[in-house]
C-alpha cells in the first residue's frame, strides 16, 4: 500500500503495486480498497511506455473484483481497455497471461468450466514463456480445481499433486490452497477418510492465514466431506463457520449457506433447511451466478421447497434448476467431459434425477 501510494501516478511503478494490491486486498478482505483502485485505474491516463503494466493491472483488479461478486465494476474497468488488451496480448506474453487469467476467471463465473479449464492451461503457457514460474505453477493448481467442478476426480488428483509438488519447491504459499482442492477431490471420488483427514490437516495450517476466502471456501468442503461420511454434526459446524468466514463476498456466503442447506435437510430440520436454501438462492438470483457450486444452490432450494410440501413450486425450481444445469452443460464442446460433467457430479446427478422424478418433460 506504501508503495502505491508514493509512486507517481501514471508511473510503471504505481501500476504495479496497484496490481499487487488489488490481489492482497482481495485475499485480506479490504474490499473498499478495490473500489479505489477501480476509480484510479478508470480514470488514469498512460502512455506505451507503461501500457503493459497498466493492462496487466486491470487484468489482476478484474480478477480481484470478480471474486469480491462485483461484476459491474469489472465492466468499469475493462470496457476501457478492451482493444488494447486483444492487441498488446498477441505482442507481450506477460499481457496474454493475465488476460487468458482474466478470461478463464470471468468462464467460471458464467457456469462454464471446460472453457475456464482450456483458458487456464493456456494462460500457463503464456506464464511459462515469460518465465513467472510462480504463476505458471498457479494456474496448474487452477487446472485441477477447474477439472474438479467437470467431475474429472482421477485427473484432478494427478493435476493437483504436480501442482502441489511444484508450489511446495518453490516455497509457494498457494500449495497449502492446492491441498484443499485435493481434499475436496478425494471426498468427490469416494476417498472420504483420506479426505477429511487432509482437510483438517490443511486447515491448521491455514490457521494463521488472513485470507478469509480460502478459509471459507476449505471449511465448506470439509463439511461436504463430513457430510457424504455420515457426520452430520460435525458438517454443520464446519458449514457455518464457513458462512460466518464468507461474510464480505455474497458469492461465497450463497454457497456456503446451501452446504448447510444441505445438511440441514439430512437430519432433517426442514424449516432451517428452506431459510438457509432461500438466502443461497437471492443471493444467487442477484448475482446472476455464483460460480463454483451454482448446481448445489438451485438444488437444495428446489429440494426444500419439497421437504415443506410445496410441490408446485418445488417442480418449478427442479425445472430451473436443471435446464440451468444443461445450458451450461451445452457449452461443453468435448463429449466426454459433458458426460462427466453431468453424471459424475453429485450434485448434478441429483438435479437431472430428482426432475426427473417430479416428471418434467423431457
Given at each position: 500500500?506504501?508503495?502505491?501510494?508514493?509512486?507517481?501516478?501514471?508511473?510503471?511503478l504505481?501500476?504495479?503495486?496497484?496490481?499487487?494490491?488489488?490481489?492482497?486486498?482481495?485475499?485480506?478482505?479490504?474490499?473498499?480498497?478495490l473500489?479505489?483502485?477501480?476509480?484510479?485505474?478508470?480514470?488514469?491516463?498512460?502512455?506505451?511506455?507503461?501500457?503493459?503494466?497498466?493492462?496487466?493491472?486491470?487484468?489482476?483488479?478484474?480478477?480481484?473484483?470478480?471474486?469480491?461478486?462485483?461484476?459491474?465494476?469489472?465492466?468499469?474497468?475493462?470496457?476501457r481497455?478492451?482493444?488494447?488488451?486483444?492487441?498488446?496480448?498477441?505482442?507481450?506474453?506477460?499481457?496474454?497471461?493475465?488476460?487468458?487469467?482474466?478470461?478463464?476467471?470471468?468462464?467460471?463465473?458464467?457456469?462454464?468450466?471446460?472453457?475456464?479449464?482450456?483458458?487456464?492451461?493456456?494462460?500457463?503457457?503464456?506464464?511459462?514463456?515469460?518465465?513467472?514460474?510462480?504463476?505458471?505453477?498457479?494456474?496448474?493448481?487452477?487446472?485441477?480445481?477447474?477439472?474438479?467442478?467437470?467431475?474429472?476426480?482421477?485427473?484432478?488428483?494427478?493435476?493437483?499433486?504436480?501442482?502441489?509438488?511444484?508450489?511446495?519447491?518453490?516455497?509457494?504459499?498457494?500449495?497449502?490452497?492446492?491441498?484443499?482442492?485435493?481434499?475436496?477431490?478425494?471426498?468427490?471420488?469416494?476417498?472420504?477418510?483420506?479426505?477429511?483427514?487432509?482437510?483438517?490437516?490443511?486447515?491448521?495450517?491455514?490457521?494463521?492465514?488472513?485470507?478469509?476466502?480460502?478459509?471459507?471456501?476449505?471449511?465448506r468442503?470439509?463439511?461436504e466431506?463430513?457430510?457424504l461420511?455420515?457426520?452430520?454434526?460435525?458438517?454443520?459446524?464446519?458449514?457455518?463457520?464457513?458462512?460466518?468466514?464468507?461474510?464480505?463476498?455474497?458469492?461465497?456466503?450463497?454457497?456456503?449457506?446451501?452446504?448447510?442447506?444441505?445438511?440441514?435437510?439430512?437430519?432433517?430440520?426442514?424449516?432451517?433447511?428452506?431459510?438457509?436454501?432461500?438466502?443461497?438462492?437471492?443471493?444467487?438470483?442477484?448475482?446472476?451466478?455464483?460460480?463454483?457450486?451454482?448446481?448445489?444452490?438451485?438444488?437444495?432450494?428446489?429440494?426444500?421447497?419439497?421437504?415443506?410440501?410445496?410441490?408446485?413450486?418445488?417442480?418449478?425450481?427442479?425445472d430451473?434448476?436443471?435446464?440451468?444445469?444443461?445450458?451450461?452443460?451445452?457449452?461443453?464442446?468435448?463429449?466426454?467431459?459433458?458426460?462427466?460433467?453431468?453424471?459424475?457430479?453429485?450434485?448434478?446427478?441429483?438435479?437431472?434425477?430428482?426432475?426427473?422424478?417430479?416428471?418434467?418433460?423431457?
Amino acid at each position: 500500500f506504501a508503495a502505491f501510494r508514493l509512486a507517481t501516478a501514471g508511473s510503471a511503478l504505481r501500476l504495479q503495486a496497484a496490481a499487487e494490491l488489488a490481489s492482497a486486498t482481495s485475499t485480506l478482505g479490504i474490499l473498499d480498497t478495490l473500489l479505489e483502485l477501480v476509480d484510479e485505474l478508470v480514470q488514469a491516463n498512460v502512455s506505451d511506455p507503461v501500457l503493459p503494466d497498466y493492462l496487466i493491472a486491470c487484468c489482476r483488479l478484474g480478477i480481484a473484483l470478480q471474486r469480491a461478486g462485483w461484476p459491474e465494476h469489472v465492466e468499469r474497468v475493462l470496457g476501457r481497455v478492451q482493444p488494447d488488451l486483444v492487441s498488446w496480448s498477441n505482442a507481450n506474453a506477460e499481457v496474454r497471461a493475465w488476460t487468458l487469467l482474466l478470461r478463464a476467471e470471468l468462464a467460471d463465473h458464467a457456469g462454464d468450466p471446460a472453457r475456464s479449464l482450456d483458458l487456464t492451461r493456456e494462460a500457463r503457457l503464456a506464464f511459462m514463456e515469460c518465465g513467472d514460474r510462480r504463476w505458471a505453477c498457479v494456474c496448474r493448481g487452477n487446472a485441477g480445481s477447474a477439472t474438479l467442478a467437470l467431475g474429472g476426480y482421477e485427473e484432478a488428483r494427478a493435476e493437483l499433486g504436480l501442482a502441489i509438488h511444484e508450489a511446495t519447491s518453490s516455497n509457494l504459499a498457494q500449495s497449502a490452497i492446492m491441498q484443499l482442492n485435493l481434499g475436496l477431490a478425494e471426498a468427490r471420488d469416494g476417498e472420504l477418510r483420506s479426505a477429511v483427514g487432509n482437510l483438517r490437516s490443511s486447515l491448521q495450517s491455514l490457521s494463521d492465514s488472513t485470507d478469509w476466502r480460502v478459509l471459507s471456501a476449505g471449511h465448506r468442503y470439509l463439511a461436504e466431506a463430513l457430510a457424504l461420511s455420515g457426520r452430520t454434526e460435525e458438517a454443520e459446524m464446519e458449514a457455518r463457520m464457513a458462512i460466518d468466514l464468507a461474510e464480505p463476498s455474497p458469492a461465497l456466503r450463497a454457497q456456503a449457506l446451501s452446504m448447510l442447506a444441505l445438511v440441514l435437510l439430512a437430519t432433517p430440520r426442514i424449516m432451517e433447511a428452506f431459510m438457509s436454501a432461500s438466502q443461497a438462492m437471492e443471493m444467487l438470483v442477484s448475482l446472476g451466478g455464483v460460480a463454483e457450486d451454482e448446481a448445489r444452490v438451485r438444488l437444495v432450494y428446489a429440494m426444500s421447497l419439497d421437504a415443506m410440501g410445496h410441490a408446485r413450486s418445488a417442480r418449478d425450481a427442479y425445472d430451473g434448476a436443471r435446464r440451468r444445469l444443461l445450458a451450461r452443460a451445452n457449452r461443453i464442446s468435448d463429449p466426454c467431459w459433458r458426460e462427466s460433467f453431468l453424471q459424475r457430479v453429485l450434485d448434478h446427478q441429483r438435479t437431472l434425477a430428482l426432475a426427473a422424478a417430479r416428471c418434467i418433460d423431457e
